[in-house]
């Protein structure tokens, strides 16, 4: 990883409590699976979503509905305030407020790349870290390399960054707190660059459509040192777990976030991808003109047979995109809860379903599917799944702690009119386009 300056900075660990509290029986083991993309360095834990290995055998079901409970410590130095009047251990979603264990030292900045009206509020914004705020400030080496900031006016800034670069380099324990800088892309590539615990995201709406980003550039000095001070409040976004395997049908250069299972054969027999997803997994039909069909299990049990253009499995926060538009209603991300969703089914009885967010999913390709199917994990990591492959899915107990301008309903109640009138707007100009035509 390159670095100006200073750019270790480490946390002191009390010997007598652990990083990550355990949520369920299930987490005090001491297996080891493989969870999300290879960093080097990174410490594994035992997935939330496995049932513990002393549930009495009276009992069928070996989980709760209600899903795992999420970690409240994001990143090295941010935690969750407790609530001292909560009840049984369950805190008001409306309560949850940002507290800092140490004074947060260094940020991750996300900026949409090639993007040149974002050139001034991600200098100004570096500038008031480093030179006011004193922090060391993350950026991506692709940001650096962007022609849009490959000017001399830039160069005194630049020099203060500490870079890192996708797939290679492990920031997890280095960076404090997250801000970014465009759409609602940016906080599903922040998502995607933190497959465990997830440091506070703060998004600003400098992109098309601002569904997850609450906060105007305006205002950026006040706000980001409410922020630093520790008085916001955050809504916990639930990530998916989700478990690609695939037979291993022919020899092949093994990706770098596989997990290699043999069996206790000398040739592997399955490939074991594993992701954390903040939007929807979606397998559909890909290039083929055939319809696809999909079994899909939930706890174990056929529940149904998907023929159609594919499905969408989504949490509360992805509900309101992919989701939405095929049909389905959108949930409030505090909501506890996995949706499925149909593409274009074949069958009109098939419609879209909410189950708890403590049952595993499964999808697989019958055994009379006249083609493969593709699956992308929140538009990305897309790939082909052939019969006998399968993809699990869980909820994951590393949720993306966002933080909110006012609170999570004010906030996604504003996001819906927000949305609502830009789409208005949009046909508007569709409209008037048009008419200038004829």
Known sequence: MENSGESKWTLKSDSSSEPFPKCCPACD???????????????????????????????RR??????????????PKACMLKNPKAVMHIQ???????????????VLIIKKIRDASL???????????????????????????????????????????????????????CV??????????????????????????????????????????????????????????????????????????EKAPVEESSLIITNGDSEPKHKTMQYQVLNEVVVDRGPSSYLSNLDLFLDGHLITTVQGDGVIVSTPTGSTAYA????????????????????????????????????????????????????????????????GDSITITSSCFPVPSICFRDPVNDWFESLAQCLHWNVRKKQSHLSSEEEEF
Not at 33 to 50: E, I, Y
Not at 92 to 106: E, G, H
């Open 324 to 387: 939405v538009a095929a049909g389905a209603s959108m949930i409030h991300p505090n909501v506890p809860a996995i949706m499925i969703t149909p593409i274009c089914p074949h069958s009109l009885s098939f419609r879209p379903i909410v189950v708890p967010a403590g049952v595993e999913l499964k999808i697989m390709l019958t055994r009379d599917a006249r083609n493969t199917a593709w699956v992308s994990l929140d538009g990305r990591k897309r790939q082909e799944i052939a019969y």
């Open 176 to 249: 404090d707190f997250i801000i970014c800088l465009g759409g609602d892309g940016t906080l599903l590539y922040a998502s995607s660059l933190f497959q465990e615990s997830v440091p506070p995201v703060m998004a600003f709406h400098l992109g098309s459509l601002g569904f997850l980003t609450p906060f105007n550039f305006d205002t950026y000095q006040s706000q980001v040192n409410q922020v630093i001070e520790g008085n916001a409040a955050i809504i916990l976004r639930s990530r998916l777990q989700v478990k690609v395997v695939k037979e291993c049908r």
């Open 29 to 59: 083991s001491g297996e080891e699976p493989f969870r999300g993309k290879v960093f080097r360095n990174r410490t594994k834990t035992r997935s939330m979503s496995m049932p513990p290995a002393h549930c009495s055998a009276r009992f």
């Open 92 to 106: 008001d979603p409306a309560s949850q407020r940002l507290t800092w264990n140490k004074p947060p030292k260094s």
């Open 119 to 173: 050139l001034q509020p991600f200098k100004e914004l570096c500038v008031f870290l480093t030179q006011q705020k004193n922090m060391i400030v993350y950026v991506e080496r692709k940001v650096i390399e962007d022609p849009a900031i490959a000017n001399e006016s830039f160069v005194s800034v630049k020099k203060n960054f500490c870079t890192f670069r996708e797939d290679y380099d492990d920031i997890s324990n």
């Open 62 to 75: 070996t989980q709760s509905l209600h899903g795992p409970s999420p970690v409240t410590t994001f990143g």
